[in-house]
Structure formats: C-alpha cells, structure tokens
C-alpha cells in the first residue's frame, strides 16, 4: 500500500505557481521522496526525488519538512503541458526491488 | 538516445487467447519493470527483472502471467487464457540501477472482449 497521503484534485490558473502538497507521516529513514506525474494516455515521467534537504530542477522543486513528515511539489508557472496525475512515492533504498508503489495521485488541473 | 519503447501499442485478444506485450529498454538500461494500470487506477508493480533474471515478482498474480527479460532481446510480459478482468494499461520501465530514476514507456492497452 502507498505510504503516502495526497488531495485528489487541485486546480491552477496558467502562469503561477503550484504547491502539491504530500504527507507521509510514517516515513522511514531510508525512504526517498520522488514524485513522478503522468499526463493523459501516457505513461509516467520522474519530476524529482530528494531525501532530506529541498531539491530543485529545470521541470520543479521539492520542499521537504524538517521531520520529513511531509513534502511539497512547486511549480514556478503552471502551464497547460503541467495538466496531469502527480504521484508521491516514497522508495525505500531498504528494498532490494526498489519498485515505486503508486498512490492515486492528485489531479491537477490547469485553467487558461 | 529512444526512449523506452512498447509493442504493440494497442492490442485486442478474446477471452482463452494468449497476448504477449514487449518492452525494449533504453540503451545501456538492464533493469526493467512492469506496472499494470486498471481503468481510473493507479499503476501496480508487477514484476522487477534484470537481464535473464527475476529480481521481485511480488506483484504478478499466480497464474497465467509470467515475465522474462533475455540477454538478447526485449523483455516479455507474457498473459495466457486471458479474462476480460485482465484489460487494462501495462506499463514497461527501465532504469539504469535499482535506485536510479525510472524511464517509462508509452504502454500497452490491452482490450479482452
């Protein structure tokens, strides 16, 4: 089961920023946050992972809490391209298969 | 560099009939896995395979499936006598090393009438 908890839904106007927030109150010390989203008939694509500290890169950045409790997907400018299904996985360098264990996801919908 | 590519994109099969979904990796990727996603689902781990070798297979169901990953060629996610409960979208991805970035393909849907 996922080991995290997301919104369903949120919405954005086109060109500001979006906060994805992600809880994962269970988190364990060798767990990594990735995020990956999967826009409509396609298959997913990594956005960003980190494990402590806040992680940026040319798609987002990735706030991560203090306690790690809780992390939160920002993008800068939303664009209508950034409509899509963003999953927070926690992966666990624990486990030999490193497979991701997909949540449902928060829907994001972006408004022209 | 392609990226991870699946064959065939579509693929209908009647219920009995076997149906056979490929994944190439990329190139220089030794570690595949495949996710199946049921309608308005999220993706599930199926199987976890390096070549010639299944790592995990915690997530195939008992019977029918099976999944192999050659040292020439791509891997094969193989389903016999399939049931309309097997329609779904199966996803191939492929990595570099077990906690490295994930690429995926495009997916398979698969249709049992």
């Known amino acids: 089961d996922a080991k995290t908890t997301q919104p369903n839904s949120m919405e954005s106007n086109e060109e500001e920023p979006v906060h994805l927030p992600c809880n994962h109150s269970?988190?364990?010390?060798?767990?990594?946050i990735h995020w990956y989203r999967q826009l409509p008939s396609q298959g997913p694509e990594y956005v960003i992972h980190?494990?402590?500290s806040n992680v940026n890169n040319r798609m987002a950045s990735l706030a991560i809490a203090e306690d790690r409790k809780s992390s939160t997907l920002i993008l800068h400018r939303a664009t209508l391209r950034d409509a899509a299904v963003y999953y927070c996985?926690?992966?666990?360098?624990?486990?030999?298969?490193?497979?991701?264990?997909f949540g449902s996801g928060t829907r994001l919908l972006v408004r022209p | 560099n392609a990226g991870v590519m699946q064959n065939p994109r579509h693929l209908v099969r009647r219920r009995g009939q076997e149906a056979r979904l490929r994944c190439s990796p990329m190139?220089?990727?030794?570690?595949v896995y495949w996710y199946r996603q049921l309608p308005e689902e999220g993706l599930k781990f199926m199987v976890y395979?390096?070549?010639?070798?299944?790592?995990?297979e915690s997530g195939m169901p008992k019977e029918r499936f099976s999944a192999e990953f050659p040292k020439e060629g791509p891997s094969i996610l193989r389903i016999q006598q399939v049931v309309r409960g097997d329609s779904a979208a199966y996803f191939c991805?492929?990595?570099?090393?077990?906690?490295?970035?994930?690429?995926f393909g495009p997916g398979t849907r698969l249709t049992v009438l």
């Open positions: 991805a492929s990595s570099t090393g077990p906690s490295s970035e994930q690429f």
């Open positions: 269970t988190i364990s010390g060798t767990d990594y």
């Open positions: 980190g494990l402590t």
């Open positions: 996985i926690l992966r666990d360098v624990g486990d030999s298969s490193y497979k991701l264990i």
């Open positions: 190139k220089g990727h030794s570690h």
């Open positions: 395979l390096q070549k010639e070798n299944i790592i995990d």
